[in-house]
């Protein structure tokens, strides 16, 4: 494994292109009280920049430009056609920028270059051209009204809810900024983005960026700050119609508690611990291999990471050894340079995660590759895996968020069907399998929002994504998400006789 010396880019370079300061009403401006705070390089611990931190009145300002650009401005009022156009170049500026932009995002989040390159940027951009796409196709529906006190049709208009407050975490920070705010943005509403405090750089790009795509000001605000005061402030403002949130179940539940004094819908995308189950029938290396990427992928900070993964007893063994060895042989290191893993996203992070894996230590999990610390500059942690796992130990139970894999073992499809949902969360899931009866009694037995079948992790635009039980409400993309974004009007209409 690599060690990491300084980032192969030109920091100072690249982060003196990057807004400092809130972004409202179309403008960059220093926040009230004045206040910053330290953005860290994961990988070094050291500061990227000191980024204007929100509170309260910064949040009221931005949600007051927002209500206006929504109240009066022309974004819910031009067509849908216009709108698209407007988005479509804002999907185009972030594909110009996609160096630019991934370098940012590895900065900032400690991910290898290589992901934010292909992946999180460029399904940044296709994000946002996806919903372009939709704004000149939301409308509703026709509707004959028999009725004895006369003739009636009624109508209904899929209307912008109004002010949308969305708050993301740092896993991904561009794409789930662009999960948000595509949908919300294509269907007429206005924005106040707040980014992850620990990931706030991309953001704020993604902000100056739609602004040069023309974007009208107030329609989309960020507010880079601390979740209970500037996420708070966004939660209880009364000027702000919705919620989306994505983050922790224990966030998503003080948001659903907080919302309830204005009775603000809220959608909410949060915790899972999803079960990966492997038949016995599989190829067993390629099993291992997309098992490692189920669980591994972004340093296991993926909510619908594969952190219980039930293997068949017919094949455990030889599962189990390989598994343990490729997690040995992953590339863990500098983000900037060939590696698989990189930094975790903190320090908070990294100690919760070392702090489950001496659980897993201590309720006799069998360690067989990692459990520590790697080195003592960065968050970077060894690739772990534990074998033996039981059903009733923390690491069985808990959300780790980290490059921890849990390999259980199983013996029949109705006990691996029951031991999957015993679990409160239900994001992702998947089966991996030949015999499609097999495969067809577990997606269906399953009780989670996507089940991935012989591949995982797979996320496509248009294909709806959330949770079942209490890992959310609502679905971020594909059509699935503009109802989130709009609300039905029914406008009904008597029918007269005309006179001659
Ligand atoms: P994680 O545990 O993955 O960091 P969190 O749920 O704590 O996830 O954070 C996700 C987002 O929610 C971040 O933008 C964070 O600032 C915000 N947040 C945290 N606490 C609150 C809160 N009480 N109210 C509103 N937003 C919050």
């Known amino acids: 494994?690599?060690?990491?010396?300084?980032?192969?880019?030109?920091?100072?370079e690249l982060v003196s292109n990057v807004p400092t300061q809130l972004l409202i009403d179309g403008k960059f401006v220093d926040p009230v009280a004045g206040r910053r705070f330290d953005v860290l390089?994961?990988?070094?611990?050291?500061?990227l920049v000191q980024m204007a931190e929100a509170d309260k009145e910064d949040v009221e300002r931005a949600v007051r430009a927002a209500r206006k650009a929504f109240d009066e401005g022309p974004w819910p009022r031009m067509g849908g056609k216009a709108r698209g156009k407007i988005l479509q170049r804002f999907a185009e500026l972030v594909e110009k920028n996609v160096e630019e932009l991934a370098q940012l995002e590895s900065l900032d989040n400690g991910k290898p270059i290589f992901f934010s390159r292909n992946a999180d940027i460029p399904l940044t951009a296709n994000h946002l051209s996806y919903f372009a796409g939709w704004a000149d196709k939301i409308h509703g529906q026709t509707i004959p009204c028999d009725n004895t006190f006369g003739n009636f049709f009624a109508y209904t208009l899929h209307e912008p809810i109004g002010v949308v407050?969305?708050?993301?975490?740092?896993?991904?920070?561009?794409?789930?900024?662009?999960?948000?705010?595509?949908?919300?943005?294509?269907?007429?509403n206005c924005v106040v983005l707040k980014p992850a405090e620990q990931t706030p750089l991309t953001a704020m790009r993604l902000g100056q960026l739609a602004l040069e795509a023309g974007l009208p000001p107030g329609v989309l605000?960020?507010?880079?700050?601390?979740?209970?005061?500037?996420?708070?402030?966004?939660?209880?403002?009364?000027l702000v119609d919705k919620v989306s949130f994505t983050g922790s179940t224990e966030v998503g539940k003080i948001i659903m508690k907080e919302a309830a004094a204005t009775v603000k819908p809220v959608g909410l995308e949060l915790g899972g611990k999803s079960p990966l189950i492997v038949w016995k029938d599989v190829d067993v290396d390629k099993a291992v291999e997309d098992a490692h990427f189920a669980l591994f992928f972004n340093h296991g900070q993926c909510c619908v990471a594969g952190s219980r993964l039930f293997v068949h007893e017919a094949i455990y063994?030889?599962?189990?050894?390989?598994?343990?060895?490729r997690a040995k042989s992953?590339?863990?290191?500098?983000?900037?340079?060939?590696?698989?893993?990189?930094?975790?996203?903190?320090?908070?992070?990294?100690?919760?995660?070392?702090?489950?894996?001496?659980?897993?230590?201590q309720q006799g999990a069998k360690l067989l590759a990692g459990g520590s610390r790697m080195g003592d500059r960065g968050y970077f942690v060894q690739p772990t895996v534990f074998a033996d796992v039981q059903d009733d130990m923390k690491i069985a139970?808990?959300?780790?968020?980290g490059p921890v894999q849990s390999i259980l073992k199983f013996s029949s499809l109705e006990e691996v069907a029951q031991r999957a949902n015993n679990n409160p969360y239900g994001l992702g899931a998947g089966v991996f399998a030949r015999d499609v009866?097999?495969?067809?009694?577990?997606?269906?037995?399953?009780?989670?929002?996507?089940?991935?079948?012989?591949?995982?992790?797979?996320?496509?635009?248009?294909?709806?994504?959330?949770?079942?039980?209490?890992?959310?409400?609502?679905?971020?993309?594909?059509?699935?998400?503009?109802?989130h974004y709009t609300q039905v009007k029914s406008v009904y209409q008597k029918m007269e006789t005309p006179q001659p």
Request: glycine share 10%; hydrophobic share 40%; aromatic share 10%.
């Open 221 to 238: 605000n960020v507010v880079p700050g601390f979740g209970p005061s500037a996420g708070g402030a966004i939660v209880r403002s009364p």
């Open 330 to 361: 992953k590339k863990v290191g500098d983000p900037f340079t060939d590696v698989e893993q990189g930094p975790q996203v903190d320090r908070d992070q990294m100690d919760k995660i070392l702090g489950y894996i001496e659980s897993g230590k």
């Open 437 to 483: 009866d097999v495969i067809n009694y577990l997606t269906r037995s399953i009780r989670a929002g996507t089940v991935w079948v012989n591949c995982y992790n797979v996320f496509d635009d248009s294909v709806p994504f959330g949770g079942y039980k209490q890992s959310g409400i609502g679905r971020d993309k594909g059509e699935a998400a503009l109802a």
């Open 165 to 188: 407050g969305s708050i993301i975490p740092w896993n991904f920070p561009a794409l789930m900024a662009a999960w948000k705010i595509a949908p919300a943005l294509a269907a007429g």
């Open 1 to 12: 494994a690599s060690r990491v010396a300084e980032p192969a880019v030109a920091v100072d």
């Open 397 to 401: 139970q808990e959300e780790i968020f």
């Open 41 to 47: 390089n994961p990988a070094t611990e050291q500061r």
């Open 317 to 325: 063994d030889e599962f189990v050894e390989k598994a343990a060895a």
